[in-house]
């Protein structure tokens, strides 16, 4: 895994691996709900200027990050990130998906280190919420169990943007003028992705502005994102 990967890479996998989890029972309602939205998106034609930093921002609660994912199957998905709570230096940190199959949580307490040694990254805790509302936190032994697979997507929010070539791109939150352009190469438990990002650090929590497969057809568009109101769905 090169350093130069984002937190990009943790929010594709798990995005990827909650939609697997979900299993192979569509959800109508969802269908249409997700198709309604997705088709009612439009591009906002802002400009954000070139990065005068290779950092991304800080971690601050109340961000928050939406993506537009596209798996193999060509079905869409949105998938959000949020920034929920502080504890002590530790963050809870947010994802949702919604897709074809249902809404999905995940919740971590993470401290983020200093954003540039995966060595300093940490996940303390773990909360999940399946398509039914059914919360479960992953605690004690089990969580000691699982450690290694979470720590391992953590330690991907490890970020060296310097050095990296730079290509705008525009997508359906703006265009974002000389992102930072990676290959990427990373595991998720079975799952393996090799991508082309494209990271900006006017985006909040990943940076991350496009991702697309190159050994798999699938895509992660941002569609909009803010500084504050972020909200939890998992007491």
Not at 57 to 82: C, D, F, M, R, S
Not at 171 to 191: E, L, M, Q
Not at 193 to 200: E, I, K, L, R
Request: with cysteine; net charge neutral.
């Amino acid at each position: 895994m090169s350093k130069t990967a984002s937190c990009h890479v943790l929010l594709f996998l798990f995005s990827s691996a909650c939609l697997l989890a979900c299993g192979p029972s569509l959800d109508k309602a969802a269908k249409a709900d997700i198709d309604q939205r997705i088709t009612a998106l439009a591009h906002t034609g802002q400009i954000f200027p070139a990065p005068t930093a290779f950092v991304p921002k800080p971690l601050v609660v109340g961000q928050w990050t939406q993506h537009k994912l596209v798996n193999e199957k060509g079905e869409p998905a949105l998938v959000t990130y949020k920034i929920v709570g502080e504890e002590s230096g530790a963050f809870w940190v947010e994802v949702a998906n919604e897709s074809y199959f249902g809404k999905t949580v995940t919740k971590l307490l993470m401290v983020p280190g200093d954003r540039m040694n995966p060595n300093t990254m940490e996940v303390l805790a773990v909360k999940m919420k399946d398509k039914k509302g059914q919360v479960t936190q992953i605690e004690g032994p089990m969580l000691q169990l699982m450690k290694s697979m979470w720590q391992s997507s953590v330690n991907m929010l490890a970020v060296s943007w310097k050095g990296l070539p730079q290509e705008s791109m525009p997508v359906i939150a703006g265009t974002f003028t000389d992102c930072f352009k990676a290959r990427t190469d990373a595991s998720w438990g079975a799952w393996h992705v090799v991508s082309t990002t494209w990271m900006h650090p006017s985006v909040p929590i990943s940076g991350l502005v496009k991702s697309s497969g190159i050994d798999r057809p699938t895509t992660m568009d941002l569609v909009g994102f803010g500084e504050i109101g972020a909200t939890s769905e998992i007491p």
